[in-house]
Structures are given as C-alpha cells and as structure tokens.
C-alpha cells in the first residue's frame, strides 16, 4: 500500500525541516561552541557539514530554508526543540495555518531535489552520525544503514 503523494510530500518536507530545525536551534543556542568543548572538532565538523549548506542552489533560497526550519521549531519556556511528526502536522494541516503559505516554495524546492541530491544529504547525516558515535562512544543505528 502506497501514500499519496501528498503525504508523501509533507514527510520528506518534514523530515528535512527536523534537520534544518535543529541545525538552526544548535545555531541559536550555541550548541557548536559547546560541543567543541567537551568533544574537540565535533561541533566544528557539524557546523561545517550543515545540511542547509547542501541546499542552495535548488531553488531552495536560505529564507525559504529558514521558515522552514522555525516552523518546525517549538519554544517550550526558555528551550527550543524541534517538533514531532504529528505536531507539526497538526498545524501544518490546520483550517487556519499560514504555514502552508509560506511553506510552499520549500516544499517544492524539496520535491525537485534529485534522488542523487537526497542520497548525498543521506550519506552527509550518516557521516555526522558516525562522528557523534565515535566521539561520545556510543552506538548509532544510523551508521550501520
């Protein structure tokens, strides 16, 4: 059994607005600094390999990207996260959402990535997954995909 494309459409946007989302948080909090400081290189490596950095070029424009990421992100008192599938979704496909809006050119730039494009944003996350699991010894499922 096949999901529509719509559906389709909506996960991968989410899914890589998780991705942009907490790129943008580690941005926002310092977190790269932080990283650095208990594990050298870490946060400078993940700074360097950003998936936002993959993306330009794509008719993917660093606003478009942006919305993206903070319409995934929610604050929560004095914290950001990045939300769930069904939360953002919840909004996403509210009677009264604007996010749909403005969410519209990252959608389609996503859905014009070629599968190449997708598969290289795929191999970049595993790299930074082993990485993390080398440096904080523990262990990654992601890696062994």
């Known amino acids: 059994m ?10 991968r946007c989410t899914h890589i607005g998780r991705v942009l989302a907490i790129e943008r948080i580690f941005a926002l ?5 932080q ?5 050298p290189g870490l946060g400078k490596l993940l700074k360097e390999h950003r998936i936002d950095y993959q993306l330009p070029g794509f ?9 993206l ?34 969410l ?10 070629s599968l190449e494009r997708m598969e290289k944003i795929l191999d970049i996350l595993k790299m930074k997954a082993k990485v993390i699991a080398d440096k904080a010894g523990i262990d990654s499922s992601i890696t062994r995909r």
Do not use: M
Request: include cysteine; charge should be negative.
């Open 104 to 113: 519209e050119p990252a959608s389609e730039a996503i859905q014009s990535l």
């Open 35 to 39: 990283l650095d400081s208990i594990y």
């Open 69 to 102: 990421a903070e319409t995934v992100i929610v604050h929560e008192g004095d914290l950001f996260r990045a939300s769930t599938f069904l939360e953002f979704r919840k909004r996403y496909e509210a009677e009264d959402s604007s996010e749909k809006k403005w």
């Open 59 to 67: 008719n993917f424009y660093q606003f478009d990207r942006l919305s």
């Open 2 to 11: 096949s999901c529509p494309k719509f559906t389709l459409r909506k996960r």
């Open 29 to 33: 909090e310092a977190v790269y600094p």
